[in-house]
């Protein structure tokens, strides 16, 4: 398909990207979209059935529930050797 911007002579092929939106303070970075890409501008086209299945994504990356207060890490890595730190259910000390 010829490319829809004025006056540039490129044709669309079907490429993947990696596609960025905005989730309120967030910027969430999606790879491997699939989408038209003009071989000379770089201009992008998503089909409607794409740009639908991006927004469901938007909206179902849950934000971060909660960070973990400094003095917990630091205390963790004091007592690495009997606490892991991949399971937070166990006790610090
Ligand atoms: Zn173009």
């Known amino acids: 398909m010829r490319c829809s911007i004025e006056g540039c002579p490129g044709e669309y092929e079907q490429r993947e990207v990696v596609h960025t939106v905005r989730q309120g303070n967030r910027i969430i970075v999606i790879d491997h ?3 038209e890409v003009c ?5 992008v086209l998503f089909t409607p059935d794409t740009v639908r299945k991006i927004e469901i994504l938007r909206r179902t990356i849950e934000p971060p529930m909660r960070t973990v207060p400094l003095k917990v890490v ?5 007592y690495k050797n009997h606490v892991s730190f991949s399971n937070p259910q166990l006790p610090i000390a």
């Open 74 to 78: 630091i205390m963790r890595r004091v």
């Open 39 to 43: 071989t000379i501008c770089g201009d």
């Open 33 to 35: 979209v699939p989408a």
